[in-house]
């Protein structure tokens, strides 16, 4: 990333990481002559951030709701300048507790789902491309998972009653599997089975003539299990536990479970891009938001946020982030792998 300086050649910008947020999301600015004689002045397009930490060399900052704009201002009158991508809010009065998922047209699906034993008035929301939130299921008790099949019917799983609902355009549901325990991560392969993570340590398998099979077998999760499917062919699995430093899973074809990687505080939810790189929502050295692991294992933080609980690419290379009563948009320019 190119670095501008200002006309008076002070401040001078280094380095900024990472170089996407949401509001409320802490990004670090490395440089020279950052704080000068008086406490700095650093802006989002036009709203000032707050500085959490300042030297003349390094600065941590926080990034202030209503945030928008692609550059980060450092000093007065317009000073040093990087380019930095905010998301914005697209949806709220929403819980989502799992991925939101994104058809081919660009709609995005969430959930409302409430507390543990809580029916909401409005379970699922649909928005559609540059849209509102719009009911799309009622009445249905702790919507949790989402998933899309290869005709873009949509499903979700219940943590409550461990169903997962086939849902219809107008939002009417019908179960679609029983019996899955305390269901919550879903995804489809490319073949359209039907993969069920029950928190309580199991991972369905279920055919499209609706055989159920047990999958794998893992360690019990204090919250959900999240799912996405590799470019490897692997089930990827997050599934917070009681340690501070949580692996990814990874399961192959036969069902064997193995460590992808290790390190990652309360990781939930996860998607891969075409080139393999795997995204999820976790923290990475006490910092929270996305992290980014390339396919070798290597981690960076990629985006700065609290309380981000799942994520999900858009055709048109944005991210969606889903936190506990939101959803933003950041326009990340990447492209997201897409099953099926």
């Known amino acids: 990333m190119a670095f501008r300086k200002s006309s008076s050649g002070c401040p001078e910008i280094v ?13 670090q600015i490395r440089g020279r002559g ?19 930490i300042g030297s003349d060399s390094y600065l941590v900052v926080r990034v202030p709701e209503g945030a928008t704009g692609g550059e980060l201002f450092l000093g007065a009158n317009g000073g040093a300048a990087w380019a930095c991508q905010i998301g914005v809010q697209v949806a709220d009065g929403v819980h989502p507790v799992s991925n939101p998922v994104v058809d081919r047209r660009g709609a995005i699906y969430t959930t409302l789902s409430g507390s543990a034993g809580q029916k909401t ?10 849209g509102s939130a719009k009911p799309l299921v009622a009445d249905m008790m702790n919507a949790t998972g989402l998933a899309l099949d290869a005709s873009q019917t949509l499903y979700v799983s219940s943590r409550h009653d461990g169903v997962v609902y086939q849902i219809s355009a107008s939002g009417s549901r019908v179960p679609y599997v029983e019996g899955m325990g305390v269901a919550t991560g879903i995804v489809f392969d490319p073949e359209d089975n039907l993969y069920v993570g029950d928190r309580s340590g199991t991972i369905f398998k279920i055919s499209r003539q609706r055989q159920i099979y047990v999958f794998a077998t893992m360690e019990p999760s204090l919250a959900a299990y999240h799912l996405a499917f590799g470019p490897d062919g692997f089930l990827y699995v997050t599934g917070p536990t009681t ?28 998607a891969f891009d075409v080139k393999g790189n795997l ?19 290597s981690a960076e933080l990629f985006l700065s946020g609290p309380s981000i609980v799942g994520l999900a690419f858009t055709p048109s290379k944005s991210l969606i982030l889903a936190t506990h009563n939101a959803l933003y948009r950041a326009d990340v320019g990447i492209e997201g792998r897409r099953i099926p």
């Open 15 to 27: 380095e900024v990481s990472p170089q996407a947020a949401i509001p409320g999301g802490e990004v």
């Open 34 to 52: 950052l704080a000068g004689p008086e406490r700095p002045e650093v802006r989002f397009g036009e709203s000032q951030a707050s500085i959490v």
């Open 121 to 130: 008035p409005v379970s699922v929301f649909k928005i559609e491309p540059g």
């Open 243 to 270: 340690s501070t430093f949580d692996s990814i899973a990874r399961i192959s074809k036969e069902g064997r479970v193995e460590r992808f990687y290790r390190g990652l505080g309360r990781p939930q939810g996860l």
């Open 279 to 297: 995204y999820v929502a976790a923290s990475l050295s006490g910092r929270r938001g996305v992290v980014r692991i390339t396919p070798g294992g």
